[in-house]
């Protein structure tokens, strides 16, 4: 139904910006929530960050709380996750996905982008 491309990952120093880019196609009309995920080697995927499609409701895992945000252009149906003050531990393969309403949890989300790499140094 929908479906989802990202773009913006790439090799940061510590201290850092980027701007991941998640652009959506098909039912982009049934898209009423959108979220982001990460997965780094060795560890489980952890919830990132949501929202809801006008933005007014929106929730950050504590450790991206005054550096990460999430947005969107509803003229390109896209998504944003504006990533600052980058840390060597946000190195991470990072997934944007579709979802009925805001949530935390992984099996809310019906859509999922292909993941792109994340890498900062030091």
């Known amino acids: 139904q929908v479906q989802l491309v990202e773009s913006g990952g790439g090799l940061v120093q510590t201290g850092g910006s980027l701007r991941l880019s998640c652009a959506a196609s098909?039912?982009?009309?049934?898209?009423?929530?959108v979220g982001w995920f990460r997965q780094a080697p060795g560890k489980e995927r952890e919830f990132v960050a949501t929202a809801n499609w006008s933005g007014d409701m929106t929730d950050y895992a504590d450790f991206v709380k005054g550096r990460f945000t999430i947005s969107r252009d509803n003229a390109k149906n896209t998504m944003y996750l504006q990533m600052n003050s980058l840390k060597p531990e946000d190195s991470a393969v990072y997934y944007c996905?579709?979802?009925?309403?805001?949530?935390?949890?992984?099996?809310?989300?019906?859509?999922w982008g292909q993941g792109t790499q994340v890498t900062v140094s030091s």
């Open positions: 996905a579709t979802a009925r309403f805001p949530s935390r949890r992984p099996g809310d989300f019906t859509s």
């Open positions: 098909g039912r982009t009309f049934s898209i009423t929530a």
